[in-house]
């Protein structure tokens, strides 16, 4: 029987140079199952958000949002997920769901810091949302997370045209611009070098990051060009799902909530790691920092129907800093 190989060669690569390659090895085959555990399956189930990485006919990753009632997302089995639900208005994953298509997928219930990742491929698709098979299902652990709980579900939003969304290119706008700076909470889709027609190891990803208000630093390459995002790297589970698929395939998207106003912000990129440097050393408890210079992106306002409290901060955030220049 052959062995299920959780990690691919980017993943390894970077394990390797970090020097936890053959520890993770072993922990990998563990914690990187095959099939959805019950106690990931029944935090799926309560969830009024999931997130998407997908990629699009450039092969770039997006990272969406879905928003339902609770139970919109179901797990029939252990190996199939059922998700009733469409992209918002504008959300590029509306022309990426079709049979076959690999999907990174995260659960993620902010007041508990509980979160959840499967790797699959659609198998089937609905007028009303579409089915998942899994390949990878994994969880990760509570750190950087933000504690903050959705407000009771209502209708404004939800009826938000594709009308209003905006098109960005590379500059991004004003409104982009500071809700990146103000930021506590990103999502991060990549995808491994093979992601074309398999998920598995070589799938799309979606991910969690987290940080102080202002842990991205937002600039325009030059002045007037396109924007260039930087954001710290911490300790994480050494796994390196994302930094390994941007070694393998250096682009990425990022999805960024204003959880005051339901505005969502998407956008696309080419991406590196940085590994040294002054301005790695500027940045307390950073270990590496992700680049991306952005390609275009989606400005989708008032879009989502939830609304959330305000943020209890993770603990591990006080071995952070924080952006010499405030991150301008």
């Not at 074309?196 to 990051?209: K, L, M």
């Not at 954001?231 to 682009?251: E, Q, S, Y």
Request: aromatic fraction near 8%; charged fraction near 20%; charge should be neutral.
């Amino acid at each position: 029987m052959t062995q299920f190989a959780p990690f691919h060669d980017g993943e390894e690569a970077v394990q390797q140079r970090v020097g936890v390659r053959e520890k993770i090895q072993a922990s990998g085959q563990r914690f990187i199952r095959t099939a959805m555990p019950e106690q990931h399956r029944e935090l799926f189930g309560k969830l009024p958000t999931f997130f998407v990485g997908s990629l699009d006919a450039q092969r770039r990753p997006w990272a969406s949002i879905l928003v339902g009632q609770p139970g919109f997302v179901t797990t029939p089995d252990e190996r199939t997920m059922h998700i009733a639900a469409r992209p918002l208005p504008g959300d590029p994953l509306a022309d990426h769901i079709a049979v076959g298509v690999p999907l990174g997928l995260l659960g993620l219930e902010p007041h508990t810091r509980r979160r959840n990742r499967v790797n699959g491929t659609i198998e089937q698709v609905a007028a009303r949302g579409f089915s998942v098979g899994v390949d990878q299902s994994f969880g990760n652990c509570p750190q950087y997370i933000q504690a903050r709980e959705p407000q009771p579900w209502r209708d404004a939003g939800i009826d938000v045209g594709e009308q209003a969304v905006q098109r960005l290119d590379a500059t991004l706008n004003d409104a982009a611009h500071a809700l990146l700076r103000r930021a506590d909470t990103l999502f991060i889709a990549s995808a491994a070098a093979h992601a074309r027609g398999h998920a598995g190891a070589h799938g799309v990803d979606v991910s969690h990051r987290g940080g102080r208000p202002g842990f991205v630093r937002v600039e325009r390459d030059p002045p007037d060009g396109p924007s260039v995002l930087t954001l710290p790297d911490f300790r994480g589970n050494f796994m390196f799902n994302t930094l390994g698929n941007i070694v393998a395939h250096p682009k990425a998207g990022l999805l960024a909530v204003d959880y005051t106003s339901g505005d969502v912000l998407q956008l696309t990129g080419s991406a590196e790691v940085v590994w040294d440097g002054p301005e790695l050393q500027a940045f307390d408890g950073a270990q590496r920092l992700l680049r991306i210079r952005v390609d275009q992106g989606r400005w989708l306002p008032g879009a989502l129907p939830l609304r959330w409290t305000a943020p209890q901060f993770a603990p591990q955030l006080a071995a952070t800093g924080r952006w010499p220049d405030g991150g301008a």
